[in-house]
């Protein structure tokens, strides 16, 4: 069986058009593809195009590529018109292994065998998801992060039966889009990123949890400290920059007995309600009265900005080598 080459993928199915779903298809759409969409939701067409229409100032500073025209998108009630012409398909149906799998060998069941069926999951084992399908080897994790239309990281991961080649092409598919996709070498629970997501967050809940901040103050100790400078340099190489010119080496030994240190308890406070009502009513006083819409425009404006500048700054870097 031979897979759809990465370049010929002209039209993408999008099942499931929440968050993640709507996200997919505004950045597909904006690279020129099509997209057919379909969510067993009432309403989900109107909120699929209000939440393109909102996306699409975002996304055209960012550049349209050739093509782009949200004329191409159309949607349908029914799985099966929706996948069974389709080049490539993403599903972002809820994160329930038991409705993925399900659902996945729904898809497989109609899908061109040639197809890859790539899900958003956030953590869920690629092989429990193939598990029910004819051809689980063209099943592939491809795992955003939102806004889908804005962020470049996309993870890409197979499970057992996934075959080498659809991971290349989804690779080389995601990449063709502006994206930065990141092959997870060994399939394992919650992958790279949201594992790290994962370690900050329950910290931060302990710290909400022992009174000792609040809402705000933990977003603000990461956007005004180690947040400016990871959205250029990760945390491996600014601990390098952090030893001084002993680099790597320096830091390590300095702050090597940090880590036999209580400073992390990394095993995750119980939700109390008392803890849900600091994190609800902390994130709303921060909200000030602004609306998610609201907030999700500022956002993307400053994502553009970030990426902007990030993009200046690299290409600046690699003229002064050069
Ligand atoms: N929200 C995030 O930040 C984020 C980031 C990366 C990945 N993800 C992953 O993306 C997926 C979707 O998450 P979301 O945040 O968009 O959720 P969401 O709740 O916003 O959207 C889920 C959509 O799936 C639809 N749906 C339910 N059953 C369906 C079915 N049988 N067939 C097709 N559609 C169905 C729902 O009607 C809804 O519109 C999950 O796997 C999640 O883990 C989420």
């Known amino acids: 069986m031979k897979f759809e080459e990465a370049k010929s993928i002209k039209s993408v ?45 975002a996304i055209t500073r960012m550049g349209l590529k050739a093509g782009a025209d949200r004329s191409n998108l ?99 598919f995601y990449r063709g889009i502006g994206m930065s996709p990141l092959r997870v070498r060994q399939e394992i629970p919650g992958y790279i990123a949201d594992r790290l997501q994962e370690a900050l967050w329950r910290e931060a809940l302990h710290l909400i949890n022992d009174g000792i901040a609040t809402t705000k103050d933990i977003d603000e100790a990461i956007s005004n400290g180690p947040g400016v400078r990871w959205a250029f340099m990760g945390t491996c190489l600014t601990f390098h920059l952090a030893g001084g010119d002993g680099g790597m080496a320096h830091t390590l030994a300095q702050f090597a007995p940090a880590l036999k240190l209580p400073w992390t308890k990394l095993v995750a ?32 404006n400053r994502i553009v900005d970030i990426m902007i500048a990030r993009d200046k700054g690299a290409s600046q870097a690699t003229h002064s080598r050069g």
């Open 13 to 57: 199915a999008i099942v499931g058009t929440g968050v993640i779903g709507s996200g997919w298809a505004a950045r597909y759409l904006a690279n020129g593809l099509h997209v057919r969409a379909t969510d067993p939701a009432p309403g989900a067409e109107d909120r699929l195009r209000r939440d393109v229409d909102r996306a699409w100032p």
């Open 74 to 172: 159309t949607f349908t009630a029914r799985l099966g018109d929706a996948v069974q012409s389709a080049d490539y398909i993403q599903e972002n149906a809820p994160e329930d292994e038991a409705l993925k799998a399900r659902l996945m060998a729904e898809i497989d069941a109609v899908a061109p065998e040639q197809v890859i069926i790539a899900s958003s999951s956030s953590g869920l084992l690629p092989s429990r998801i193939q598990a029910n399908c004819r051809h689980p080897e063209r099943v592939v994790i491809g795992h955003p992060f939102n806004p889908v239309y804005l962020m470049p990281l996309v993870e890409v991961l197979g499970g057992q039966a996934t075959r080498p080649s659809a991971l290349d092409i989804a690779f080389d």
């Open 269 to 300: 406070p119980e939700l109390t309600e008392e803890l849900s009502r600091r994190l609800i009513e902390g994130t709303a006083e921060q909200a000030k009265g602004q609306s998610v819409e609201s907030l999700v425009l500022q956002r993307d």
